[in-house]
C-alpha cells in the first residue's frame, strides 16, 4: 500500500479532526486530499508541494483546513477546524510524482483508501 488515510470520524459542527496519510513511497513530489459526498465528483480540497511546501485549498475550506506534511515521518496531514455539515464526505490522500501543484483528480495517479468523515449538525 503506497498511501494509507486515517483519521475519519463521526464529530458535531464546530468540531475538529486531523486526517493522516502515510505514504510508503518517497518519489511522490505533490500530495492532496480529495473529498466525495453521496451523489458527488471527487473535489480537491486541498495540495501541497514536497519541494517548497507550498499550498492551495478549495474556496470552501479555506481559513479553515490545513495541509502539511512531515517527511521525516512519511506523512501527510489534514487538520480540519470548524467543521460543518456540508464537510460530511469520504477524504481520500493522492500523490503525484509532477512537481506541479494539480487540481484535478486526474492529476494525481496514487490514490489512498478513503476515510470518512461525518459532521452532525
Known amino acids: 500500500v503506497q498511501l494509507q488515510a486515517s483519521g475519519g470520524g463521526l464529530v458535531q459542527a464546530g468540531d475538529s479532526l486531523r486526517l493522516s496519510c502515510l505514504t510508503s513511497?518517497?518519489?511522490?513530489?505533490?500530495y492532496a486530499w480529495f473529498r466525495q459526498a453521496p451523489g458527488k465528483e471527487r473535489d480537491i480540497v486541498a495540495a501541497?508541494?514536497?519541494?517548497?511546501?507550498?499550498?492551495s485549498y478549495a474556496d470552501s475550506v479555506k481559513g479553515r483546513f490545513t495541509i502539511s506534511r512531515d517527511y521525516a515521518e512519511n506523512m501527510v496531514y489534514l487538520q480540519m477546524n470548524s467543521l460543518k455539515p456540508e464537510d460530511t464526505a469520504l477524504y481520500y490522500c493522492?500523490?503525484?510524482?509532477?512537481?506541479?501543484?494539480?487540481?484535478?483528480?486526474?492529476?494525481?495517479?496514487?490514490w489512498g483508501q478513503g476515510t470518512l468523515v461525518t459532521v452532525s449538525s
Open positions: 513511497i518517497r518519489t511522490f513530489n505533490s
Open positions: 493522492a500523490a503525484s510524482a509532477s512537481t506541479l501543484l494539480g487540481s484535478a483528480a486526474s492529476d494525481f495517479a496514487t
Open positions: 501541497i508541494r514536497k519541494r517548497d511546501g507550498t499550498t
